[in-house]
């Protein structure tokens, strides 16, 4: 089984990956980014879309949002939250490195850094190739990742987070020569201990800008966060848009 297989990861560190403050992040993100401002009524794709942080805060502005996931129970919490929200989406199960919807969309969005999951390098890039079959002419894809450049001022120091009936350890770890990063974590609960690793690639804004070209996008941007900042030594994420060709 592959580490993003594990349903059990997903359970039970889901509430750490997916917490409160990262869903209001995401309504504050989809109301003021500059990059998540489209026209009502887009056809939007959010590939890997988790519990729907994004899914319902784009659903209410208008748009007609399709959320997947490969994980049945993230996307079980993305039709809960839906419901409670009052809004509409579809929901599919699938996988990234094989989803495909020719000309379906006019943007797909990648959040959290859900990219760079399978260990061979040419799978990864099929996720883009699919992504750019997807979107009409003139369509997006909007990626959010932990750049490599970012990545490389903290990595290393072990985080704790405290949780309301327990707390969580994680620590990350650079493996092949900056390639990779592996990301333990450590949940101590009710006296019992739950351990998980992730592991996947880590891409400087170099290397996704050649990898999304590879995959036949054009006018790539690479920005430092939602507000299409700089990507520069203040950046605190890697924020990459490209176009499909008209």
């Known amino acids: 089984m592959r580490w993003y297989e594990n349903d059990g990861l997903w359970s039970g560190f889901g509430e750490l990956m997916f917490s409160e403050r990262r869903a209001v992040e995401a309504e504050a993100n989809v109301a003021d980014s500059p990059l998540l401002k489209f026209t009502p ?84 890039l099929q996720v883009l190739r699919n992504a750019h079959e997807s979107l009409v002419p003139g369509g997006q894809i909007l990626m959010d990742l932990l750049g490599k450049e970012v990545l490389a001022s903290w990595v290393g120091r072990p985080q704790a987070v405290d949780l309301p009936d327990g707390v969580a350890f994680m620590r990350d770890t650079v493996l092949d020569d900056w390639t990779r990063l592996r990301t333990d974590w450590t949940l101590v609960r009710d006296g019992a201990v739950h351990q998980a690793s992730i592991v996947s690639f880590v891409y400087s804004a170099a290397e996704m800008r050649a990898m999304l070209e590879q995959a036949g996008f054009v006018d790539i941007e690479c920005f430092g966060g939602f507000d299409g900042s700089t990507y520069d030594n203040h950046a605190k994420r890697l924020i990459v848009r490209g176009t499909r060709p008209r």
């Open 41 to 124: 009524g887009t056809r939007v794709l959010d590939l890997c879309c988790g519990p729907g942080l994004y899914v319902v805060p784009l659903a209410r502005r208008g748009h007609a949002v399709t959320g997947v996931d490969l994980n049945q129970e993230m996307l079980d919490r993305a039709a809960s939250v839906c419901a409670e929200a009052g809004v509409e989406a579809r929901l599919e199960q699938g996988d990234m490195g094989d989803y495909v919807r020719p000309g379906e969309f006019d943007v797909v969005i990648n959040m959290y850094t859900s990219f760079g999951y399978f260990a061979e390098p040419e799978r990864n």
